[in-house]
């Protein structure tokens, strides 16, 4: 079995920062591409920020700028360092990640169980 526990949220007052973490374990044989996504309530999931295996990162408009996306491939974890958080960036943060585990030859995709971000104005 393969698991995604993201840590690192809270409560934080609008300019402030936080960094997220996202720590893969279980029967994997690789990781591929990882990515963070958020819900804000009310809306659709939408990605935030993937970070590729050639170490190619990508992030959504909304965010350019403001957060960071960086994998550590030692401890299969990936880490998203957010400054200046607006309240619109509220919602509930997901990690994902395509892994090759013992137990299948392809990559699957996993998510997270969500780590919630809550920024006041």
């Known amino acids: 079995q393969v698991h995604l526990v993201e840590s690192g949220g809270g409560l934080v007052q609008a300019g402030g920062s936080l960094r997220l973490s996202c720590e893969a374990s279980?029967?994997?044989?690789?990781?591929?591409?990882m990515g963070w996504y958020r819900q804000a309530p009310g809306k659709q999931r939408e990605l935030v920020a993937t970070?590729?295996?050639?170490?190619?990162?990508d992030y959504a408009d909304s965010v350019k700028g403001r957060f960071a996306v960086s994998r550590d491939t030692a401890k299969n974890t990936m880490y998203l360092v957010m400054y200046s958080l607006k309240p619109e960036d509220t919602a509930i943060y997901y990690c994902?990640?395509?892994?090759?585990?013992?137990?299948?030859?392809?990559?699957?995709?996993?998510w997270g169980q969500g780590t919630q971000v809550t920024v006041s104005s």
């Open positions: 994902n990640a395509g892994i090759v585990s013992v137990d299948s030859p392809y990559v699957n995709e996993y």
């Open positions: 279980g029967s994997i044989v690789s990781i591929d591409a």
């Open positions: 970070f590729r295996n050639r170490g190619t990162t």
